[in-house]
């Protein structure tokens, strides 16, 4: 595909979209998209606005903007929000309309999603991946106004994503030259800005350097994608609520200890210093049960989280890892002990 083109203006972003002059716009975006500027900025468009989606999007959310897409005619897809908005459109492009342009439109510091191949949804409970090139944005607008409305809680666990992204992409046995420069840099930026952002203290030009470090990130993990701490996180998130990268982070942090003596968590103190998953937890008060450690269904939760890791999701960790040590890791987590 041709590289993304990237905008950090209104005015650019809208000229782009007058250039393309869509029939109509099929616009993906969460409910409190039109509590920003920027909604207004596409008043003068035909466009039928899709928001029948919850994190963690369900399959059949897909099939509903599937529906909606074919019915109203759409030649343009733009997607405004985190990770959920931006896979439910890239699966709806993917299904329906691979050839039409699509304009992501990241609302968090995190996912790195418009920048990536992949999109996840939900079948019955279960995670389903699913990899195109088709889905990678064509256009990137970054705006950084959404960062301010950001819940703390969000605001956390979402820059907490990105720095997993950017770890575990450096790790990857599928990492190259190309994925670790960007995976150094993003990290470089987030440990930068982590305490103020998670304060909520950033202005808008701390807000944009982070939001491209997510995108960094994203490119990164487009190239030697994710590792054993995506791999473990997202039975936490299914059975806890947890938000995506509240769970990685928890997981990762497990995992840096595991592999405190090779040459890449070297390398990777030598870019962040003394911030590791550990601090940033920390940091954001995001260590604590998810459980009793009494209860009667404690053991069964563990095995079942233990049992819920795909080994072929292992497969790109750069070390061979027993289950016995996954299982230590998932008990540290649901007892509140997650750290390095």
């Not at 003068?44 to 919850?54: G, I, S, W, Y």
């Not at 070390?319 to 997650?338: D, H, K």
Request: proline share 4%; with cysteine.
């Amino acid at each position: 595909m041709n590289e993304q083109k990237i905008f950090f203006t209104k005015d650019t972003l809208i000229q782009y979209v007058r250039k393309i002059s869509p029939r109509r716009i099929f616009f993906v975006h969460g409910k409190t998209f039109n509590r920003l500027s920027l909604a207004q900025a596409f008043d003068d468009f035909q466009a039928v606005h899709f928001t029948e989606f919850k994190p963690n999007p369900l399959i059949e959310s897909v099939d509903a903007g599937v529906k909606v897409f074919r019915e109203n005619d759409c030649d343009l897809i733009i997607a405004a929000g985190g990770g959920s908005a931006l896979d439910v459109a890239k699966c709806v492009k993917l299904q329906a309309a691979r050839d039409v342009p699509f304009i992501a439109i990241p609302t968090t510091a995190g996912t790195g999603s418009e920048a990536t191949r992949f999109a996840v949804v939900y079948k019955n409970g279960e995670k389903q991946s699913v990899t195109d090139v088709c889905m990678i944005s064509n256009a990137i607008y970054f705006h950084a106004e959404p960062l301010k409305i950001l819940p703390p809680y969000q605001r956390k666990a979402t820059l907490l994503d990105a720095f997993s992204h950017a770890v575990e992409s450096y790790w990857s046995v599928k990492a190259t030259e190309a994925s670790r420069a960007f995976a150094a840099e993003a990290l470089r930026i987030i440990v930068s800005l982590q305490e103020d952002y998670f304060a909520g203290r950033t202005g808008d030009a701390e807000n944009l350097s982070l939001l491209y470090a997510s995108y960094l990130a994203g490119k990164a993990i487009n190239i030697s994608e994710t590792t054993a701490g995506h791999a473990m996180s997202y039975k936490l998130t299914s059975l806890f609520g947890v938000s995506h990268g509240h769970a990685a982070a928890l997981c990762n942090a497990g995992l840096w200890r595991f592999m405190q003596d090779t040459a890449a968590v070297k390398e990777l103190s030598a870019i962040i210093g003394e911030k590791t998953f550990r601090t940033l937890l920390l940091d954001g008060e995001l260590i604590y049960p998810l459980t009793d450690a009494r209860a009667a269904d404690f053991d069964s939760t563990l095995e079942l989280l233990t049992r819920s890791v795909n080994p072929v999701r292992l497969k790109n960790f750069p070390a061979p890892l027993p289950e016995n040590v996954i299982r230590e890791i998932y008990r540290a987590i649901l007892r509140g002990e997650a750290i390095e």
